[in-house]
């Protein structure tokens, strides 16, 4: 299929999106972007992903020439000039020369993961490299993003789905691309946010969501050897939903659990539209 990207506001044809050699995004990996779900046609919790990308502006100084209103907007018109029903939509904004503006793309993809991926559960490898929680950059979601590739390509070669990364204290951290969580037994774990994570869009609706689960929602360091004894274990991402994990760090770990499904299932129902003011005081 040939898809249609937005460049600076104009939609063209992917060979024509172009940004310039002198662009600090190209060179530097300046800049940010967002991975948005698309289902029946709808950018889901799409005021959540443009507050979060001008929040990292902000902390990053780099202007942002167009209003979230205006980049929901474009985000939309691109899904709906693809003729996109279920896939992914990239928004990325980048630094620009020097003495330029910064450059705005947005781009679709069909979806990586199916229905088995969920039935059987994710695998995950740990990584070698620890995650520095005291770097000014953690928590951003920057296009600075090599580490996480090849970490989970080495991953993948292995076999495994993911990579997980712990911190410089050996506590769990994130994925190359999610959060993770711990069911033990009525209370929902994950790492807290100065773990050295970025904290995920998904992640801060699940937490909104656990008490729905019967689920009290736990912030906090956690340690690797947790895995093992956790009652069920899972990854989010905005693409990924809720994702059961079945294999960590070489440990077997219980399988696909009713509470990871629970949640799941609270995830779609919140995606259907009505969460998506709830995080308007909150950059996920």
């Known amino acids: 299929m040939d898809f249609i990207a937005c460049v600076n506001g104009d939609f063209v044809e992917y060979r024509q999106a172009l ?43 780099l202007p942002l020439v167009f209003s979230v209103e205006r980049l929901a907007a474009l985000v939309e018109e691109t899904v709906e000039r693809n003729g996109l029903r279920e896939g992914a939509a990239r928004l990325t904004w980048s630094a620009g020369p020097r003495e330029g503006a910064g450059n705005l793309v947005i781009t679709v993809r069909p979806l ?18 620890p995650r520095n929680e005291k770097s000014f950059l953690t928590g951003l979601k920057t296009l600075n993003y090599l580490e996480n590739l090849l970490a989970r390509e080495k991953a993948r070669r292995e076999g495994r789905d993911e990579v997980l990364f712990l911190n ?7 994925t190359s691309a999610a959060n993770i969580f711990l069911v033990r037994g009525n209370r929902l ?9 970025l904290p995920g869009i998904m992640r801060g609706l699940v937490l909104e969501l656990a008490g729905e689960a019967g689920l009290g929602p736990e912030e906090r360091p956690v340690g690797l050897r947790e895995l093992s004894t956790a009652d069920e274990v899972f990854l989010t991402n905005s693409l990924l939903g ?18 990871t499904a629970r949640l799941g299932r609270l995830v779609e129902e919140a995606c259907r539209g009505t969460r998506e003011d709830d995080g308007q005081s909150r950059l996920y």
């Open 242 to 259: 809720v994702m059961p994990v079945v294999e960590a760090a070489g440990q077997r770990l219980a399988g696909p659990g009713k509470l």
């Open 189 to 197: 774990v994950t790492p807290a946010a100065d773990q050295g994570l």
């Open 19 to 61: 940004v310039p050699a002198a662009d600090r995004g190209f060179l530097y990996g300046y800049g940010l972007f967002e991975t948005i779900l698309v289902r029946a046609g709808r950018p889901e919790l799409l005021t959540r992903h443009v507050r979060r990308l001008a929040g990292g502006c902000r902390r990053l100084a």
């Open 112 to 129: 990586p993961y199916g229905p088995d991926d969920y039935e059987r559960g994710f695998t995950v490898a740990l990584s070698g490299s």
């Open 168 to 174: 410089t204290a050996g506590a769990l951290a994130e």
